[in-house]
């Protein structure tokens, strides 16, 4: 006696639209999964520095300085390299040169930051794209000091997940003049105190 068996039977038509399912699915699949975004919005702790270097002809090399206390968000997505938007809010009394009589003049000065009328200085970014040579982000924002907004470029490099934060090195260069910084002084052999360009440089931790 014959035990009947039992099994699955698909002729050539039927076999061929499942197989047009399938791939369907499996394209519909890939799209959805290479549409999710690796996106997300990171804040800065307060292990990140700000600082900036200006060139004192004076004494033939720069002064460097830094603001202790400011705010930002990176909006970026670590898969692609893309930066959605920066933003950032600085607290221009937190300078810090290291010397407590240049840095009151700098607060105070009303060729310098002003801060009795002028007590932030913001960044908002507006357009980003991808130096592909080197994988460096170029940033492009509004840059504001003593009420006065001008375009810069800022270049952002993500250096990696370095125990629960990822680190960013974010640089520039800036002419001070363009925001009504313009103290400088004649020095008796010549030439000026003070150069008009700002570097600016910032190590940025975040989560």
Do not use: C
């Amino acid at each position: 006696m014959s035990v009947p068996t039992v099994g699955f039977v698909m002729d050539s038509g039927h076999f061929i639209k499942y197989r047009a399912k399938l791939n369907l699915f499996t394209i519909a699949l890939v799209s959805l999964v290479s549409s999710i975004s690796w996106s997300k919005t990171y804040t800065v702790t307060n292990k990140s520095t700000l600082g900036f270097s200006i060139y004192k002809f004076k004494i033939g090399a720069p002064v460097k300085g830094k603001f202790k206390k400011f705010k930002a968000n990176i909006d970026f997505d670590i898969k692609t390299w893309t930066v959605g938007s920066v933003w950032a809010l600085i607290n221009v009394d937190s300078i810090d040169t290291g010397k407590a009589k240049r840095d009151k003049k700098l607060r105070e000065d009303v060729d310098f930051f002003n801060t009795k009328k002028f007590k932030e200085i913001t960044f908002i970014s507006n357009k980003s794209v991808i130096v592909q040579k080197n994988r460096t982000v170029e940033v492009k924002g509004d840059l504001t000091i003593k009420k006065i907004t001008r375009p810069v470029t800022l270049y952002l490099v993500y250096q990696g997940l370095i125990g629960d934060a990822h680190k960013f090195k974010v640089t520039g260069l800036i002419d001070r003049k363009l925001w009504k910084i313009t103290w400088n002084k004649v020095m008796d052999v010549g030439g000026f105190v003070l150069g008009d360009e700002v570097n600016i440089e910032l190590e940025l931790w975040a989560k």
